[in-house]
């Protein structure tokens, strides 16, 4: 265990491991997003899937024990890609200054996974201010008691939606927004199939068909919020 969490292959590990697992988060939290682009469309009224989306979320047992295990995830995957990094620039040493500039022939995005991850994280801050935190009562917030269908019932719930619907009428968020997920996107485009490959799934056969996974799931994660958050100031 003591290994996992020192040696270097270990570290590259968890990262991996906490790094597939943010992409499954991702993939539920596009999901419940993507109801934002079906309301007012379905015959639903505007808002109400969207806002029976996050009742599931917000009452559903199950999510509440994955919330800390997603939080530990991002500490993980963070923690362990600072250390990572580090610890690379340190054992290139004085090599590193000398030449300038970046290995030839390796990709854009497989050098450029921090400052990727950096702007990611820059978003998330303000992605947590904007949504979370108003929905946890950290920040002050004061949501509408609204209906809306719920698996054959009517439900009563927060107006989580005319939050996030007047949060995207703001240009400079929607533009935060655009710029987080472009970032995602490349930052999936390498780190999908590396983590793969890091657990050992790397054969010939494979890894050609892994990176074009990658750039699917970096397409389908990346475009999607791009393309809500574009919709919102859009069209609704
Ligand atoms: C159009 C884009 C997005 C919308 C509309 C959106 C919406 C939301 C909302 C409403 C919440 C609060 C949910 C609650 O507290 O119950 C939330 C939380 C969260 N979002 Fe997003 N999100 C978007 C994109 C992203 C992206 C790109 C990431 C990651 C890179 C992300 C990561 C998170 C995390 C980690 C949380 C806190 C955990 C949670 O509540 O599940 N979101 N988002």
Do not use: C
Not at 54 to 82: D, R
Not at 160 to 185: D, K, P, R, W
């Amino acid at each position: 265990m003591s290994n996992l969490l020192t040696a270097s292959i270990g570290r590259k590990l968890l990262m991996s491991i906490s790094g597939l697992f943010l992409i499954l988060f991702l993939f539920v939290h596009l999901t419940i997003n993507s109801f934002l682009l079906l309301d007012g469309v379905l015959g639903f009224e505007e808002g109400q899937l969207f806002n029976a989306g996050v009742h599931f979320m917000g009452t559903n047992p199950l999510i509440k024990i994955i919330e800390p295990v997603l939080a530990l995830g991002f500490l993980v995957h963070i923690v362990y890609s600072l250390i990572l990094t580090f610890q690379n620039m340190k054992a290139r040493g004085p090599q590193r200054y000398a030449s300038g500039k970046k290995t030839k022939g390796v990709e854009w995005t497989s050098q450029n996974m921090l400052p990727l991850g950096i702007a990611i994280f820059a978003f998330l801050v303000v992605h947590i201010y904007n949504f979370y935190m108003k929905m946890k009562g950290i920040l002050p917030w004061e949501p509408a008691e609204v209906e809306f269908p719920f698996f054959g019932l009517t439900a009563t719930g927060e107006d989580a939606y005319t939050m996030v619907h007047e949060t995207f009428q703001n240009l400079g968020i929607v533009i935060v927004y655009v710029i987080g997920s472009i970032a995602l996107a490349f930052h999936l485009t390498h780190g999908f199939w590396s983590a793969f490959q890091t657990i050992g799934w790397n054969n010939n056969i494979w890894m050609p068909r892994l990176k074009v996974i990658s750039s699917v799931v970096a397409i389908i994660l990346g475009g999607g919020f791009t393309v809500i958050a574009l919709a919102q100031y859009l069209f609704f």
